[in-house]
């Protein structure tokens, strides 16, 4: 494996500046203007991620090169007036070998929303919203854009209730969000969802909560949950016309921001006693986090870190693959190597997150070392990362990935 990740390695470093397009050839996307000085449009973004990943740990009877399309997605939003937006955003995720069907009709071949919201201006610097939307809390990976990560994908854990109260890292529900000063801000409140990825385990006497509450205690006790997400932004400020976080902007800002965030689900989930009786525990999570990208210089280098820490309460002893109660901290940071922008950029990064797990009484550590080919930004480019991830006393688990992505 080690031959594997070192050679493709290699193969991202020596592709000739040639085969850059160069990044002044995407000038804004796919937009039609309805008036004369573009007030009034239509705006179309579309894009894919494409992987082949090696598993040093597959089961003897499984492949370990596996390909897959990891995210195929349409998103549209426009404008007639200044004063409201409409956004829809569809498509499907990980379609592989296993999930594939034979005339194209299983579940996880059909496109879904993945949001659909509208927006209006109250004030300045002032909107609410409502609908199926991404305006999260926690942190600012919780409400990462996919489309620029600067590592191959997001820290999963980060999106910490994924499946749990919301579809798919989006809530249904009202937003607010604006700014006062260099302070921005995001607030909803939200319906949690009935059907969670918790839904074929039942509550044991005296055992691990689990995250059904809607569902076992009713919409009254737990039906809604309560997020916002604020950051504060000391140099160049960052847009919050669209909700998804910038990953790295490869030098093209200066930017730090110091953020916090929180989630809060009342008897989110139901623990049961001794005597069989069900009652609810609250879910509340808790981040704090920083974000620093910049440019070193005049030769094109960069550099971008962010680290957070998340308290993590899922109520008593709760763990479900890559949720548990606990602590946890992750961070990572991207060397971008001097080159003009029309050239291929490279920019090696790392990545490492560790957590506590309460149900286990242990640690998760992930680790992840990367390296990204910018062929024309994050509009075509190259990522290959090896990750290594263990969950307490268990066996280590190592994969490497190439991603190619085209998003216009």
Same mark, same amino acid.
């Given at each position: 494996?080690?031959?594997?990740?070192?050679?493709?390695?290699?193969? +991202?470093?020596?592709?000739?500046?040639?085969?850059? &397009?160069?990044?002044?050839?995407?000038?804004?996307?796919?937009?039609?203007?309805?008036?004369?000085?573009? =007030?009034?449009?239509?705006?179309?973004?579309?894009?894919?991620?494409?992987?082949? /990943?090696?598993?040093?740990?597959?089961?003897?009877?499984?492949?370990?090169?596996?390909?897959?399309?990891?995210?195929?997605?349409?998103?549209?939003?426009? &404008?007639?007036?200044? $004063?409201?937006?409409?956004? =829809?955003?569809?498509?499907?995720?990980?379609?592989?070998?296993?999930?594939?069907? !034979?005339?194209?009709?299983?579940?996880?071949?059909? +496109?879904?929303?993945?949001?659909?919201?509208?927006?209006? /201006?109250?004030?300045?610097?002032?909107?609410?919203?409502?609908? +199926?939307?991404?305006?999260?809390?926690?942190?600012?990976?919780?409400? =990462?854009?996919?489309?620029?990560?600067?590592?191959?994908?997001?820290?999963?854990?980060?999106?910490?209730?994924?499946?749990?109260?919301?579809?798919?890292?989006?809530?249904?529900?009202?937003?607010?969000?604006?700014?006062?000063?260099?302070?921005?801000?995001?607030?909803?409140?939200?319906?949690?969802?009935?059907?969670?990825?918790?839904?074929?385990?039942?509550?044991?006497?005296?055992? *691990?909560?689990?995250?059904?509450?809607?569902?076992?205690?009713?919409?009254?006790?737990?039906?809604?949950?309560? /997020?916002?997400?604020?950051?504060? &932004?000391?140099?160049?400020?960052?847009?919050?016309?669209?909700?998804? $976080?910038?990953?790295?902007?490869?030098?093209?800002?200066?930017?730090?921001?110091?953020?916090?965030?929180?989630?809060?689900?009342?008897?989110?989930?139901?623990?049961?006693?001794?005597?069989?009786?069900?009652?609810?525990?609250?879910?509340?999570?808790?981040?704090?986090? !920083?974000?620093?990208?910049?440019?070193?210089?005049?030769?094109?280098?960069?550099?971008?870190?962010?680290?957070?820490?998340?308290?993590?309460?899922?109520? *008593?002893?709760?763990?479900?693959?890559?949720?548990?109660?606990?602590?946890?901290?992750?961070?990572?940071?991207?060397?971008?190597?001097?080159?003009?922008?029309?050239?291929?950029?490279? &920019?090696?990064? +790392?990545?490492?997150?560790? *957590?506590?797990?309460?149900?286990?009484?242990?640690?998760?550590?992930?680790?992840?070392?990367?390296?990204?080919?910018?062929?024309?930004?994050?509009?075509?480019?190259?990522?290959?990362?090896? !990750?290594?991830?263990?969950?307490?006393?268990?066996?280590?688990?190592?994969?490497?990935?190439?991603?190619? /992505?085209?998003?216009?």
């Amino acid at each position: 494996m080690k031959k594997i990740f070192i050679g493709m390695a290699f193969a +991202l470093l020596f592709i000739p500046k040639s085969f850059s &397009q160069g990044n002044t050839e995407y000038t804004g996307g796919f937009k039609i203007n309805f008036n004369e000085d573009g =007030s009034k449009y239509l705006r179309m973004i579309a894009w894919g991620q494409f992987w082949v /990943q090696y598993n040093d740990n597959a089961p003897e009877d499984e492949s370990n090169i596996n390909l897959s399309v990891r995210r195929a997605r349409l998103l549209t939003f426009t &404008q007639l007036n200044k $004063k409201f937006l409409v956004l =829809s955003h569809y498509g499907l995720n990980s379609l592989n070998g296993n999930n594939l069907s !034979a005339t194209g009709k299983g579940d996880s071949s059909q +496109l879904f929303y993945h949001a659909f919201w509208g927006e209006w /201006q109250v004030a300045k610097n002032f909107y609410a919203g409502t609908g +199926l939307h991404y305006w999260n809390g926690i942190s600012r990976l919780n409400n =990462s854009s996919t489309l620029n990560f600067m590592t191959l994908d997001n820290n999963r854990q980060s999106w910490a209730v994924l499946g749990l109260s919301d579809q798919f890292a989006r809530h249904l529900g009202v937003y607010i969000k604006g700014r006062l000063g260099r302070l921005q801000y995001r607030v909803s409140f939200n319906e949690a969802i009935t059907n969670t990825l918790d839904a074929a385990n039942d509550p044991t006497p005296n055992g *691990r909560a689990v995250y059904r509450g809607r569902e076992l205690l009713g919409s009254a006790d737990a039906g809604k949950v309560f /997020q916002g997400y604020f950051d504060y &932004q000391f140099l160049d400020e960052e847009s919050n016309f669209l909700p998804y $976080k910038v990953g790295t902007y490869l030098g093209s800002k200066r930017v730090f921001n110091v953020g916090a965030g929180f989630f809060t689900h009342k008897n989110g989930v139901v623990v049961m006693d001794g005597s069989g009786s069900l009652e609810g525990e609250d879910v509340n999570i808790f981040a704090v986090d !920083a974000f620093y990208d910049t440019p070193l210089g005049e030769d094109g280098s960069a550099i971008t870190a962010y680290a957070v820490f998340q308290n993590n309460d899922y109520g *008593r002893n709760f763990s479900l693959g890559p949720y548990g109660t606990g602590n946890m901290v992750y961070g990572h940071v991207g060397y971008l190597i001097p080159s003009a922008p029309d050239n291929s950029r490279i &920019q090696p990064y +790392l990545s490492y997150q560790t *957590r506590t797990i309460d149900a286990i009484d242990d640690n998760a550590t992930r680790l992840g070392l990367g390296i990204n080919l910018f062929m024309t930004g994050h509009h075509s480019k190259l990522t290959l990362e090896y !990750a290594n991830s263990k969950v307490g006393t268990g066996n280590s688990n190592g994969v490497v990935t190439l991603q190619a /992505q085209i998003y216009l």
